[in-house]
């Protein structure tokens, strides 16, 4: 089956900064990376996804980048805010089941 | 509200007692998938429905445990004999069935077993 792996565990940036998650997956059928984020308590939401046959997205000041040779993909927040602070989980998918990294907890300092 | 909806949010139990959890997808959903979450790790998938269809088990899911959707609609998680290592957040997930698309997840339902 599909192995995620996610770095770092945890993140901490000033206000301001940019933050970058990365992610790696084994299987080289998986097309599709989705990023949800995880508040506190909350339910997971997606944020970004990519699709195998694209690059890079980007929607505001989150981007994802893919590079399919490599199979890893990368999240990137630019203009970091105190609500960016969450639990952030990359997954990996080939239509039907999907695989989530371990997570990373990334805290904004005001 | 038109989103996945889980009951009950909380369950506390006592070893060896049974559970069964609800999940009511998004109307217009035909899969539905049932993941664990444990403290600081991400969403273990257990199961998969597509309408009232289990296609896939994870090997995580033990004799104990068994997931029905009978109608294609709603679906319950059931955990029998429970242990303390079944404590965990149970999440339920639907999605549409074109391709791979949009996990829209549930609040879940947290099992604490003493």
């Known amino acids: 089956g599909e192995n995620v792996e996610q770095h770092p565990s945890t993140l901490s940036v000033q206000e301001g900064d940019s933050a970058v998650i990365k992610c790696t997956y084994s299987d080289s059928a998986s097309n599709y990376f989705p990023w949800y984020k995880q508040e506190l308590g909350k339910r997971p939401q997606l944020i970004i996804d990519?699709?195998?046959?694209?690059g890079e997205k980007k929607d505001q000041r989150i981007a994802v980048t893919l590079n399919k040779t490599a199979k890893h993909f990368s999240l990137h927040i630019t203009e970091t805010q105190p609500e960016d602070s969450a639990v952030y989980f990359c997954?990996?998918?080939?239509?039907?089941?999907?695989?989530f990294g371990t997570g990373t907890s990334l805290t904004v300092i005001p | 509200d038109t989103g996945v909806s889980q009951n009950p949010r909380h369950k506390i139990t006592k070893r060896g007692q049974n559970v069964t959890f609800r999940c009511d997808p998004i109307?217009?959903?035909?899969?539905l998938y049932w993941y664990r979450q444990t403290l600081g790790q991400g969403p273990e998938f257990l199961t998969y429905f597509q309408n009232e269809a289990q296609l896939e088990k994870s090997r995580l899911l033990s004799d104990r445990f068994s997931a029905e959707r009978p109608k294609g609609s709603f679906s319950t998680l059931e955990i029998q004999r429970t242990e303390q290592g079944d404590s965990a957040m149970y999440l339920c997930?639907?999605?549409?069935?074109?391709?791979?698309?949009?996990?829209?997840f549930g609040e879940g339902s947290r099992l604490t077993v003493l």
């Open positions: 997954a990996a998918s080939k239509g039907n089941q999907f695989y």
């Open positions: 997930a639907s999605s549409l069935s074109q391709g791979a698309g949009e996990l829209f």
């Open positions: 990519i699709r195998s046959n694209v």
């Open positions: 109307s217009e959903h035909n899969r």
